[in-house]
């Protein structure tokens, strides 16, 4: 989900005779600088929890590598190959073999996609190959597994029908690593939007407001930290929430719950090739005395 363009942060539209990105003593641009045959690794470490009325109910945390190859670079995009490699769930303690073969979903599999000029993310090019290889895995899955767990996947199934389904939910890390180019940052300045956020109970999405700072610049290194929040605005979205409710309740309820949803970003820039040297991403979602907590840290090695 690209967060940025929502943002009156300077859009810089030709790139090709700037050899690198443009540092400032208190601003600096976040461009891709890649050639083809260019390669990245990273580590992920992706961690879930579930708490009700304060006390950690469940959790566990998953890790792998990422290897990103710069296929092709032209004077308007950049075509990335994208592949997770050893998976593991050391966090995850007895796991459910279900859940192990879910997280273990997108192993093996090359996601092809464009960028723009600047680095931000365009299009998966390979959905057809992306879904075909999914669908099988989760059809493999079907035959090991009695009808209650055949309902959860045929149900994961029908999410993937679309290329926006497989670049919001399969690709979300690839979309946190390509969130912030093609603006340019100036320290301590806080700037504020309206945005929104997905809307967990279905429907239409929830309206939130959105804050980004460069929090640290450091010129001789070349490097600098941005981070980025996303909050419920919960009067603008207790609309939808009563919307909700009100289909499903029987009998209605008085009074709608409390809804506190928020996305922290956390992101170390390499501003001379515009690799990200770290993105970290948490998502809390909290109602009723219930918290849900998803935390990705992507690191390059």
């Known amino acids: 989900m690209k967060i940025i363009p929502s943002l009156a942060v300077t859009i810089l539209l030709s790139t090709q005779c700037i050899a690198q990105n443009v540092i400032t003593d208190t601003t600096a641009t976040v461009l891709a600088y890649w050639n083809k045959g260019d390669k990245a690794k990273y580590s992920l470490k992706m961690t879930k929890e579930k708490y009700g009325n304060g006390k950690k109910i469940s959790g566990g945390t998953s ?6 190859m710069v296929a092709d670079a032209t004077d308007s995009t950049y075509t990335l190959h994208w592949k997770y490699s050893k998976i593991n769930l050391p966090g995850y303690n007895n796991s459910d073999p279900l859940i ?11 996601f092809k996609y464009l960028t723009e000029q600047d680095g931000s993310f365009k299009a998966l090019v390979n959905y057809k190959e992306v879904q075909k ?15 209650k767990e055949r309902a ?17 939910l399969i690709m979300k890390d690839v979309q946190l690593v390509h969130n912030l180019y093609g603006g ?12 929104q956020l997905p809307n967990v109970l279905g429907g239409n999405p929830f309206p939130a407001i959105l804050t980004i700072e460069m929090v640290q610049l450091d010129k001789l290194n070349k490097t600098c930290t941005i981070n980025l929040d996303q909050v419920l605005d ?16 029987n009998p209605p309820l008085e009074k709608l719950p409390d809804l506190d949803i ?16 770290k993105v970290l991403f948490t998502r809390t979602a909290a109602a009723e005395g219930k918290k849900n907590v998803e ?6 090695l």
């Open 184 to 195: 340019e940052y100036k320290l301590h300045e806080k700037l504020t939007a309206e945005t």
């Open 295 to 300: 935390i990705h840290e992507i690191t390059k």
């Open 100 to 110: 192990e073969k879910l997280t273990k979903l997108v192993e093996g599999i090359t």
């Open 63 to 68: 890790e792998s590598d990422i290897d990103i």
């Open 234 to 249: 919960a009067e603008k979205a207790a609309k939808e929430v009563g919307a909700f409710l009100d289909k499903t309740s």
């Open 262 to 277: 928020s996305d922290k970003y956390a992101f170390e820039v390499d501003l001379v090739t515009g690799w990200m040297k």
């Open 152 to 168: 959860m996947i045929e149900q994961v199934k029908t999410v993937f029908t679309s290329r926006e389904s497989i670049e919001e």
């Open 133 to 147: 290889a999914v669908n099988t895995s989760l059809d493999d899955f079907l035959k090991m597994y009695p009808q």
